[in-house]
């Protein structure tokens, strides 16, 4: 398997590797091969002296300039015959070169007179490095080894709550309940400052997570020392249940959406990591009827707190390794000191990281160092992350798993040792982003600075010139005011970009020669007719991933061939067009586009596709959809229906599901509608038994309920009871074996269940239901169900949507067995107004409701809201209850009738 790029060792091994593979080809003749020869043995020599040396924790300033140095000449020397190889495709015969992912190769390369010359020249700087070391007598020193500490790939249960970890803090945090529950009706403003590490933002967030159901909205944003104002306002407003802003919306604007949405409200707004008081004093505009006495109070609550969390889970994260070695936690114990716990300071907290750093596996601090390639507090998606260590050449695979498996659990390891945070777990424990805090993001740019391993830019505050060596480059804007245009730097040897912000700065895609990584965020003053030209792109032969993110229509290049080695295209855009020759990148795995985008032609010579999602299912031939079985390795699917009166659109679907279960590695399937299919379209009625069993290992199965439902729940979703995690789906009616059927799941974690035609009977959920299930939503037009002793053992949240009826009188009968449910922590209801319901019908329901649910011993948190409708059959449903009165259950039986199953007695 080929050698990882690391932050230490650079490209030396990959590029070993490539001239061990060249040699063994006999692709080169002389006087290439023997300059190549000759090339390989200095490499050899060198590298002796570069493992040594990326062994030692801290190796002093002239071990670390002359590493850069070997690193330099080694990225310069792979340059060279990744761009040689390149230029001799379009001159030599046709080969194949499956190992370095070359589809075409010369059986010879040609001996340019220029190709010895240029080896000579690069073997001269490798003597001249070989020489100094030899001068300075750069020997290794003996500290402790990385390559002692040993690595897990699964998240302890202390991991997982480390973000609510508080130590000595519990003064501060009553007193901060005090401050937010004094029955003041003016806005409140409190300060939480203190030393960086020290617990501000574990304090605020569980105080968020206590009392925020208190308030009737609420939202957690991180300011960080470069803010994106617009993001932050954005963030307020969705998570305040603001839905109608809009991308292009400016600042101001914003501003005054949120103003009018908080006002008449009662929130609370956690600003974390806020460092400049301009930012504050624009924010504070936005909140509203303020009296100018409040705009400048504010409450010191910590100065400093008395447990320093940071250091507690970084050493914690250290010494987990090492349980059985007492030397290591001697050395740990004296390292630290013992100023830490006294007064915490940056250089204490240094201390701790730097401890924790050199515990870490050379891969992992190569991972590590990587984080810096995306904006302070910005959310990382573990999918994407993974996936560009994979492109970067940083993982090492073996036989048992690929690049990206193994990458995973690189991922799952800095989260283990407290190196990132995890911000979403799945309902499969599964961790889907993280952040970095700010503290550990400054001692890796640190790290990352000192190898020459990433090159971090805000254009618009620190215009200054940059040296010819950057090699992975963050280019960022943190104001529109002063920005302009990077000038006086060469880019044609940069690996990795990552660009955000102002589109009218970003450099020509045409500077760039060697990308392998590029990542676009980008907004701007723009109009309907805004487009993005990457037509230049497919000149990077070198380029694996690609992913742009923006609020306006992209223009790929019309042809992409020239990108043969790219494996990630994903595209949040607006629109864009998807160039034909795309079905010929033999190694695409992962690709994402705009849900208006149609499955082009051809799709099944993607034979490496693993990752398919949002093309638009109504706009395909039913042949291109039929194609989609041909894709043998694909993982997750995600279709979009942008439509749903389309003639097309049901046949489609019958194809989908006939053929998508002959994937055999298929883990996850996802319908979702598009912006035009609204809760008032009819959905297509799906025939479930046109649906086969998917193979061993499904783990998620979601048909949003605007797309389709089926007529009937499908029996073999028994059959998944040890993959299935996540269920979303909608039938049009229910009975008492389907609920049977499903009960046997037992590692299902979600359950969404939408029932078209309300039922008479009691939907009843047995004892040992769903054990692991952790979240259930249930909707349908009539709300009647029960739980018996023991059903749903680990059930946390409830959400039950259903629609109040004209002149119903509910009784206990809504919901029956709610205190069965031992770990409920939380209940949401969302009530709707049948045809001929009054506000007082409403009123009935929610009183009901919350009846059954204070029966409850520990009364879990209640948020009830009441909406338009809860869509449904409207006339059966009306029909049938206009008629009938629902009995109050008998007080001597749990259940209808004294026994489980028993059928509501109505009255007329």
């Known amino acids: 398997m080929e050698p990882p790029v690391s932050s230490s060792r650079g490209p030396m091994g990959p590029l070993l590797w490539k001239l061990d593979w060249l040699e063994s080809q006999h692709l080169l003749r002389n006087p290439v091969r023997e300059s190549f020869d000759l090339l390989k043995e200095d490499l050899e020599g060198i590298d002796t002296f570069l493992l040594e040396l990326s062994d030692e924790d801290d190796p002093n300033l002239m071990k670390q300039y002359w590493m850069k140095e070997v690193r330099e000449i080694c990225y310069d020397t792979e340059d060279y015959i990744d761009w040689l190889f390149h230029s001799q495709l379009k001159i030599g015969s046709v080969g194949v070169a499956p190992r370095l992912k070359i589809s075409r190769l010369p059986r010879t390369l040609n001996p340019r007179p220029n190709v010895v010359s240029q080896i000579k020249e690069l073997r001269a700087r490798l003597q001249d490095a070989s020489e100094r070391h030899k001068r300075y007598v750069l020997d290794n020193s003996t500290s402790p080894s990385s390559s002692n500490f040993m690595r897990s790939h699964w998240i302890p249960e202390w991991s997982r709550e480390a973000a609510s970890l508080l130590v000595g803090i519990d003064d501060s945090k009553e007193k901060l309940i005090k401050l937010l529950n004094n029955g003041e009706k003016q806005m409140n403003v409190i300060s939480i400052s203190g030393l960086g590490g020290i617990g501000k933002t574990t304090l605020a967030k569980q105080i968020l997570q206590e009392l925020g159901w208190q308030f009737g909205c609420h939202a957690f944003v991180r300011a960080s020392r470069k803010p994106d104002t617009r993001s932050l306002l954005r963030s307020i407003l969705s998570q305040t249940g603001w839905r109608h802003h809009s991308e292009a919306c400016n600042s101001q604007q914003l501003t005054d959406q949120l103003s009018e949405h908080l006002r008449h409200r009662r929130y609370l707004i956690v600003i974390d990591d806020l460092w400049d008081t301009a930012v504050w004093d624009f924010l504070l505009r936005a909140f509203p009827d303020v009296p100018q006495q409040f705009k400048d109070a504010s409450y010191e609550i910590v100065r400093k707190c008395g447990g320093v969390p940071l250091a507690v889970i970084h050493i914690a994260g250290l010494l987990t390794r090492q349980q059985e070695k007492s030397e290591e936690w001697d050395y740990v114990e004296r390292s630290l000191g013992s100023n830490l716990n006294i007064t915490p300071t940056y250089e204490g907290m240094r201390k701790v990281m730097n401890l924790s750093y050199n515990g870490l596996p050379q891969c992992l601090k190569t991972c590590l160092q990587y984080v810096c390639m995306y904006p302070e507090n910005c959310t990382i998606w573990k999918d994407d992350l993974v996936r560009r260590w994979v492109a970067e050449g940083f993982i090492e695979g073996d036989r048992e798993r690929d690049n990206e498996a193994i990458a995973q659990s690189h991922f799952e390891e800095l989260v283990y040792r407290g190196m990132i945070q995890a911000i979403d777990i799945n309902y499969n424990d599964q961790v889907l982003s993280c952040i970095v805090h700010p503290m550990v993001l400054d001692f890796a740019i640190s790290m990352s600075a000192e190898d020459n391993f990433i090159t971090t830019v805000d254009y618009s505050k620190n215009a200054r ?84 993110t923006c609020n306006f229509c992209v223009q790929l290049p019309t042809q992409m061939w020239g990108l043969n080695l790219l494996e990630t295209l994903e ?59 041909e894709l043998s390795v694909l993982e997750e699917l995600q279709l979009v229906l942008t439509t749903a009166s389309a003639d097309s659109v049901e046949r489609n679907l019958n194809v989908l599901f006939s053929i998508v279960w002959l994937l055999d590695n298929l883990k996850s399937l996802a319908l979702v509608r598009g912006a035009s299919v609204t809760k008032d379209s009819v959905p297509i009625i799906i025939d479930s038994r046109c649906m086969s069993c998917p193979t061993d290992g499904f783990e998620r199965l979601e048909l949003h309920r605007g797309t389709c439902i089926l007529r009937r729940l499908p029996r073999w979703i028994g059959q998944l009871g040890r993959s299935l995690c996540i269920l979303k789906l909608g039938v049009l009616g229910i009975v008492k074996i389907d609920v049977d059927s499903l009960a046997g799941l037992q590692v299902l974690k979600f359950f969404s269940l939408y029932v078209r035609i309300p039922t008479v009977q009691l939907i009843i959920f047995t004892s040992d239901a769903f054990p692991a299930l952790e979240c259930f939503k249930f909707r349908s037009g009539v709300l009647c169900i029960a739980f018996q002793p023991r059903a749903m053992p680990k059930l946390r949240r409830l959400k039950l949507s259903f629609n109040a009826y004209s002149g119903v009188e509910y009784g206990h009968s809504m919901v029956v067995g709610i205190e069965h449910l031992l770990n409920l922590q939380e209940v949401s209801g969302r009530i709707g107004a049948a045809v001929g319901a009054k506000v007082s019908d409403t009123r009935s329901a929610v009183s009901t409701l919350r009846g059954a649910i204070s029966r409850h011993s520990m009364i879990p948190r209640l948020n009830m809201k009441t909406v338009d409708w809860i869509e449904d059959d409207r006339v059966r449903a009306g029909d049938m209850l206009s008629k009938m009165q629902i009995n109050t259950l008998s007080e001597d039986h749990r259940f209808p009738g004294g026994k489980i199953g028993g059928q509501y007695k109505y009255k007329g």
Request: charged fraction near 25%; hydrophobic fraction near 40%.
């Open 571 to 629: 595209i949040n855009a607006k629109e864009t067009s998807v160039p034909e020759d795309i079905v010929h990148l033999k190694y695409l795995a992962h690709l994402c586009l705009p849900a208006v985008t149609m499955l082009p032609y051809g799709m099944s010579r993607l034979r490496s596709l693993r990752t398919l999602k949002h093309f638009d299912l109504c706009g395909s031939s039913d042949e291109e959809v039929k194609s989609l079985k």
């Open 465 to 548: 010139e940059l040296g010819s060596m950057v090699r992975r480059l963050l280019l960022f804007y943190s104001s529109a005011k002063y920005a302009a245009k990077l000038s006086g730097m060469t880019l044609s040897q940069v690996r990795s970009l990552a660009f955000y912000r102002l589109v009218k700065c970003l450099p020509s895609i045409r500077e760039f020669k060697f990308l392998r990584v590029l990542v676009l965020h980008l907004w701007g003053d723009h109009d309907d007719s805004t487009r993005l030209n990457l037509s230049g792109i497919d000149r990077l032969f070198q380029l694996k991933y690609l992913k742009v």
